[in-house]
């Protein structure tokens, strides 16, 4: 196995700081400098061997030992440093008389602390020193030694020779996809097609491409199977699929000159004039993939290629043709997901016996229908009493054995080999995962802010760490580690979850690694750890955990994360934790103000996340938290925040803007605020904030607000925001939310001018805007999100609208009554999604040419408006539609009226070549609540991400 190596997670960012230390004043002190270059140039020595060390397959005990040390050193020597730095002050530049009397006696008053800091560096010398020796007496600096005396047996082998009759599910699969392959079109040219087949490893990717090749093998003239594996012999793939094509056997004799193009072009000679079928199994980049497929002539024979991938990206890049075909493979359905189970164990899918039944299920859940986890633990199980005791305690212990016990080997060997394919920087990234308990949804906002807190990103070839942490979130789905949830409009996801199974492997990576310690999770590591802890979450404690949680020094902590269900009141004083960098309470509904008591004391804090807990005053010397980056107050009770924290990035918070807001010149997010219930100078501030990139504010009254703000002090209030919008036009401004209720938008008709940087507009909900907005105009280039509610919605707005080149997705709410527009040609080239949410129903027409790229349509039609002419709703003219979502508003028109409308629709939709799917929608008295059209899948339930959607219509 790998080494995992999470002091990857600590070493990047304590270099990082003796390089700076040393360019800073401190840095000069007497002796200090000698010394933090000694302990630099030293701990990365340590980093590249380490490095070095992570890559080997098998360590052998000495080398996991030494990696352990070196981890622990680094920790420790970060931690003695952050102290350091904060006893000589936060950098700052403060000039003056009293400024130099006040550092002067700072000096004198910590000479006794910095004399223990300076016993810390001796001692961390020392240490250096014996880690040195350690090396050398176990001869490490020679060739790295592995214990690997034999080849690994390929784990995949099982699915290519799985007898068909113990496969579950894969029928629907296998014949859609056989059916795919050998369809040809009426044209005479007869081109190459590429499936490519992507998703999770253990989900059965070879055991679906092997189905369809075995279904369709007998239509070529010859075929070949090859596995690329992660470290390719391209050479050597190549002269294994001319073996297996060729009608003459070619001996190793006959090939063992040919270097790759030779047998490249030896392979194109012998597949020229053939119809030819490959299925090149488990490929682990495009490079790979690329080398692989100029070996493939495109010969006018309807040839066909299979590939399959864990990794989105290859899969694209598989099929970069019209006609070529990406398969993203699911998991199992619960009822395929027993029926495997149960077969596998009892010899039919209707013999459980009742007593087992709940605890299976559970089972099952963790296995999350994969087949590979379902067929390695029911293999298990097999073998073990059928009793429930039994089976609760293999549930309880699957972590574990996924390691320890032979059968389930092969699906650790599986799942691992996309852990082993991530760099050290991703598998760090991957690691922190496991802070979250199992089905947990964790927003990626949310995670990447906590990356970026714990040090975990530096910025890479211009990028900001914001960017960096964000890719690092992407890859991680693209690569199929997590998976994603909440896909947005533009095709990213919002949030992420981690697989059962791989979430076990993380827990028992991170706890190997002293990376993660779990407090009353399913793999609780509290104990058997070596080290001081450095991540602490928990996820369940009761007196016993309290009990054992006093035993432990908590000063090295690094982020304390506690899951809601938790009692607060046998959690540890938040005095004990001075090394913490993140704090996240989110949704600990027994929280409040005497918890936090004394985290003005934790200095290295840089996140605060208070989000949903009864916290309604923060400490009074908040400001001393001058690392502080993330402040998190949103649906708190908190309503006074310090305008003293000026390192703050991101700002959610409640109700008014703090006064002296101005001071956070650093500010990239602000959310929460009502500008009604915010002073005029803090509304001006705002556009002083030349780095903000996204704001969200509400403009609210009546119910909404704990206030009454008089017409003229709004009127002012709306100036001075109007004002600060306005200059944030020519800064970085992203993203906008306008959250409106009881109020008029009005005020932002003169907006002037929006920022061309601008890519989400969102405004509206109980408020709409009189006109459309004069400031929309085709001038804004990146806008690819617009979310408005309007009084209504002309032909000419539409042209408007129609014109700007990078609109993803349109949805406005109408309130007008009897809206009837058209859609014009060549209009919205780049949008996917069209949503017209008109109060009483519109009459809407899509000519030809318009939205080229729209996928889903929701939008209200009114019966009464279509039934006086031939209504045309115009589907066919969008290419590209998948889904239509319609809301029929009777508003007087009668059910035969409403069914005949609804019937012209299934017919336009069953005549677009997508066959799109119809689904009517149901609601208030109003409307008319339809059988749906379509296929079974628009029966199921879509995810809500209430936060991001709250304007979708």
């Not at 730095?85 to 006794?112: C, M, P, V, W, Y």
């Not at 699911?330 to 009822?335: E, N, R």
């Not at 789905?477 to 990213?492: H, R």
């Not at 959690?571 to 004990?576: A, D, F, H, I, K």
């Amino acid at each position: 196995m790998v080494v995992v190596s999470a002091a990857h997670g600590v070493f990047g960012p304590l270099l990082g700081k003796l390089t700076a230390l040393l360019a800073k004043e401190c840095g000069r002190l007497k002796g200090v400098r000698r010394e933090i270059r000694s302990l630099r140039s030293e701990l990365a020595s340590m980093h590249a061997a380490l490095k070095e060390y992570t890559k080997l397959d098998d360590p052998n005990e000495q080398v996991k030992t030494w990696i352990s040390l070196v981890r622990e050193l680094a920790y420790d020597t970060e931690d003695v440093f952050d102290k350091f730095i904060h006893q000589l002050g936060n950098g700052q530049d403060h000039r003056g008389f009293k400024e130099f009397f006040r550092k002067t006696a700072r000096s004198l008053k910590t000479l006794g602390s910095r004399r223990r800091i300076a016993d810390q560096i001796d001692d961390l010398n020392n240490r250096i020193k014996q880690v040195k020796e350690l090396k050398d007496s176990y001869k490490l600096n020679d060739a790295p030694p592995s214990n690997t005396c034999h080849a690994a047996v390929d784990p995949r082998l099982h699915a290519l020779f799985t007898e068909q009759a113990h496969l579950v599910g894969i029928d629907g699969p296998r014949d859609d996809l056989s059916n795919w392959m050998m369809e040809e079109d009426y044209s005479s040219v007869k081109d190459l097609k590429v499936l490519s087949i992507v998703g999770f490893g253990g989900l059965g990717k070879t055991t679906l491409a092997n189905e369809v090749y075995r279904n369709i093998s007998g239509h070529f003239d010859c075929r070949a199977f090859v596995s690329v594996s992660q470290k390719p012999d391209i050479k050597k793939i190549i002269k294994d699929i001319i073996s297996q094509v060729s009608c003459h056997r070619v001996s190793t004799e006959d090939t063992i000159d040919w270097d790759e193009s030779k047998s490249i072009l030896k392979l194109r000679e012998l597949l020229l004039h053939k119809r030819y079928l490959i299925l090149i199994d488990d490929i682990w980049s495009t490079q790979a993939w690329n080398a692989i497929k100029c070996a493939f002539p495109e010969n006018n024979c309807s040839s066909r290629i299979i590939a399959t991938t864990r990794i989105v990206d290859v899969a694209k890049s598989c099929c970069p043709g019209a006609d070529d075909h990406m398969y993203e493979l699911g998991a199992l359905s619960d009822l395929h997901s027993q029926s495997l189970f149960h077969k596998r164990i009892f010899g039919s899918k209707d013999s459980c016996p009742d007593i087992l039944e709940e605890v299976s299920n559970e089972i099952l859940k963790k296995c999350g229908g994969l087949p590979l986890a379902i067929i390695s633990i029911s293999s298990l199980l097999a073998n073990r009493s059928a009793t429930k005791q039994e089976w609760e305690k293999v549930k309880r212990s699957i972590g574990s054995a996924l390691e320890n016990n032979q059968s389930l080997q092969g699906m650790n060997s599986i799942l691992c080999l996309s852990y082993n394919d991530l760099p050290p920087n991703l598998k760090t990234c991957l690691l922190y995962l496991s802070v979250f308990p199992e089905d947990y949804v964790i927003y990626r906002e949310r995670l990447v802010r906590r990356w970026i807190a714990e040090g975990f990103i530096s910025e890479e070839r211009g990028q900001s760490q914001q960017e960096v942490a964000e890719n690092y979130f992407y890859e991680l789905i693209n690569k199929s580690m997590v998976q994603p949830a909440y896909i947005d409009y533009d095709g990213k996801a919002q949030a992420c979850r981690v697989h059962d199974m791989m979430l076990e492997i993380i827990i028992s990576k991170s706890a190997e690694e002293n990376f993660i310690t779990v407090v009353g999770g399913g793999q609780s590591s509290l104990a058997n750890r070596q080290g001081f802890i450095r991540r602490l979450s928990i996820q369940y404690i009761d007196q016993e955990l309290a009990f054992a949680l006093a035993n432990e020094d908590l000063s090295h902590v690094r982020s304390l994360t506690v899951i809601p269900s938790c009692c607060i009141k046998h959690l540890p004083s938040l005095v004990q934790f001075e090394a913490l960098r993140v704090l996240d309470l989110e949704g600990c509904q027994d929280l409040d103000d005497s918890y936090i008591n004394g985290m003005d004391k934790l200095y290295q804090l840089k996140y605060l996340n208070l989000r949903l807990t009864r916290v309604s005053k923060l400490p009074s010397n908040i400001e001393l938290l001058c690392n502080l980056e993330t402040l998190i107050i949103w649906n708190t009770k908190v309503r006074d925040l310090s305008s003293g924290i000026v390192q703050l990035r991101h700002l959610s918070g409640n109700d008014d803007l703090p006064n002296g807001i101005g001071v956070m010149r650093k500010l990239q997010s602000i959310s929460g605020f009502n500008i009604y219930l915010s002073s005029k100078d803090a509304l001006e501030d705002l556009g002083n904030f030349t780095s903000l990139e996204e704001l969200q504010v509400f403009v609210l009254m009546d119910a909404y607000s704990r206030k009454v703000v008089p017409l003229p002090e709004r009127r002012r209030r709306e100036e001075a925001f109007l004002s600060s919008l306005c200059k944030l036009g020519t800064y970085k401004l992203r993203d906008l939310i306008i959250i409106v209720s009881g109020a008029s938008l009005e005020f932002l008709d003169s907006w002037s001018p929006p920022p061309s940087s601008l890519q989400k507009f969102a405004a509206g909900m109980n408020g709409s805007f009189a006109n459309f907005p004069k400031w929309i105009t085709p001038a804004l280039t990146n806008l690819g999100d617009l979310h408005i509610a309007l009084k209504e919605l002309t032909d000419d707005d539409l042209l408007t609208l129609g014109k700007l080149p990078s609109l993803l997705r349109f949805v406005t709410r109408l309130s007008k009554k009897y809206i009837k527009v058209r859609v014009q040609g060549f209009s919205f080239p780049s949008l996917k999604v069209f949503n017209l949410a008109s109060i009483p129903g519109a009459y809407v027409t899509f000519l030809k040419g318009s939205m080229p790229k729209l996928e889903n349509l929701e939008i209200r039609l009114s019966v009464s408006m279509t039934k006086t002419d031939g209504f045309f709703l115009g589907i066919e003219h969008l290419a590209r539609l998948k889904q239509a979502k319609i809301w029929l508003m009777r508003d007087g028109a009668t059910i035969s009226e409403t069914k005949a409308l609804a019937a012209v629709i299934r017919s336009e939709a069953g005549a677009h070549p997508n066959h799109v799917e119809v689904i009517f929608e149901g609601g208030p008295s109003e409307e008319v609540s339809l059988e749906t059209g379509g296929s079974d899948s628009q029966n199921s339930t879509k995810d809500d991400c209430t936060n991001e959607n709250y304007l979708s219509g």
